[in-house]
């Protein structure tokens, strides 16, 4: 269901002016501001077709509770490994940091504290801000239903205490 509305019209005058941005990196004629406008073009594509999909898909209340499933799910491993960087980090095991690599900065990696031997865990997340924002996100998720409706979006009971304890 696609309907041509004002806010449909916004979105397609919002890409075609990033489309036109292009002009000055491609009049500069430098190669990295090149290579940052294709990567950031990408990723507002990429954001662009999602919102484009939000307007013109319709969506109804199992299609949100398997999403929130879905996430919450995901969440389950991304924690696990949060959990695993704090003594990694303190212990210089393997995949303690991951490094990220951009036109800007050419090679960093994740921001976390290090304050006498106390590590904060960023998980797959550039910095702990981040990660704690997805944590609280899937929290409220699988919390928020159960405290209020009584209703557990995930009904297996080991997913779901996992799922909460991590």
Not at 149 to 165: G, H, W
Request: glycine fraction near 4%; aromatic fraction near 20%.
């Amino acid at each position: 269901y696609f309907r041509l509305d004002v806010p449909t019209i916004s979105l397609f005058m919002i890409m075609g002016t990033c489309i036109l941005s292009a002009a000055s990196p491609i009049l500069s004629g430098s190669s990295e501001y090149l290579r940052q406008y294709m990567k950031s073009t990408l990723h507002f594509s990429y954001m662009w077709v999602f919102i484009l999909l939000c307007c013109a898909v319709r969506v109804s209340p199992t299609s949100i509770i398997k999403l929130f499933r879905i996430y919450v799910f995901c969440a389950i491993p991304v924690n696990l490994f949060g959990i695993y960087q704090v003594p990694a980090r303190a212990f210089d095991w393997p995949f303690a940091w991951i490094e990220y690599t951009g036109a800007a900065q050419r090679y960093t990696e994740q921001l976390s504290l290090e304050f006498e031997g106390f590590f904060r865990a960023t998980s797959l997340f550039s910095e702990p801000s981040a990660f704690a924002m997805y944590t609280m996100t899937a929290a409220i998720m699988l919390l928020a239903p159960y405290f209020l409706y009584d209703y557990r979006i995930i009904k297996n009971r080991f997913v779901f205490y996992t799922a909460s304890l991590s």
